[in-house]
């Protein structure tokens, strides 16, 4: 492979889940902002991604085929991303699916407990907030909840709805059983993709941290995140070159609600497009 060179995000979500545009829409952002690369990461779901791949086409930008895994361990919820992956492959579609109706179930649970705390919030309200219908395969997330809350008047911003109703330990959070992040890891690989662990500073438990890496073996994770700090980075290298991981990085990019980019401005977060070698460097040497 000939030596690239520039900067890639990869880490961004589009209406294909809970981010606010479409796959060209990212793509085209990426491009503006100079960026040679860039994955579209949706939450279990990868139906924005031969859009966006069109899209890179057009706009002469390499756009890889990821995705987001929602798993659960230690008690938290851990996100697994996976790079290209064969968005083709039936299995690894059908192990989507299961997720997205697990994510569905959960939605409906969370608008439940919001009701029981007095919150006149809708499901029809949700849907009614993306402007549009919902497409085949994509997934309703707790953005799309914040959002009607704040337009409600029941929280200031979408990061006060988190805090106030929808994060981990708050009055309208609802866990589902999930799946292991080592079988998130394994369905990525099995898919032909490559396997990080995401923003491992949004767990709060190191411990944890490395009790995934030994269980789950994953190719990378994720050190550079809008939401970890310098000190983060560092610690979060170490831990990378302590196990042998790639050290990915990405903006976690949703879009602008309510004129707050949350989590990150695209392209505000990158790593160098020497990551995507060793990425499929990674993938590679597990088919020998």
């Not at 690894?92 to 939605?107: H, I, K, P, S, V």
């Not at 990525?188 to 491992?200: K, L, Y």
Request: charged share 30%.
């Amino acid at each position: 492979m000939d030596q690239r060179q520039g900067r890639c995000d990869l880490h961004t979500h589009s209406q294909a889940s809970d981010g606010m545009q479409s796959p060209t829409d990212n793509v085209k952002l990426a491009k503006r902002k100079g960026l040679s690369a860039v994955a579209l990461t949706d939450h279990d779901t990868v139906a924005g991604v031969a859009e966006a791949q069109r899209a890179g086409v057009e706009y002469d930008i390499e756009v890889i085929a990821g995705v987001e895994i929602s798993t659960r361990a230690g008690g938290k919820d851990i996100h697994v991303l996976g790079y290209y992956v064969n968005t083709e492959d039936e299995q690894f579609l059908q192990e989507l699916r299961g997720l997205r109706q697990a994510r569905e179930e959960r939605n409906h649970l969370i608008i439940a407990k919001l009701q029981e705390l007095g919150l006149e919030i809708s499901w029809r309200e949700v849907l009614d907030g993306l402007g549009r219908p919902l497409e085949p395969d994509e997934s309703i997330g707790r953005p799309h909840m914040a959002d009607v809350l704040v337009k409600k008047g029941y929280a200031v911003d979408m990061r006060d709805a988190f805090d106030r109703y929808l994060a981990e330990g708050k009055p309208g959070f609802v866990s589902v059983p999930r799946v292991a992040p080592k079988d998130a890891c394994e369905w990525i690989r099995a898919a032909g993709g490559a396997a990080v662990i995401a923003h491992p500073g949004l767990y709060g438990d190191d411990e944890l941290v490395r009790r995934i890496i030994t269980d789950s073996r994953p190719d990378g994770m994720e050190v550079f995140h809008s939401d970890h700090g310098p000190e983060e980075e560092r610690k979060y290298a170490e831990m990378a070159k302590e196990y042998d991981l790639i050290e990915t990085g990405g903006s976690d990019y949703h879009g602008e609600r309510q004129g707050v980019v949350f989590h990150g401005d695209l392209g505000s977060k990158t790593v160098s497009v020497d990551v995507l070698e060793r990425l499929q460097a990674a993938v590679h040497s597990k088919r020998k």
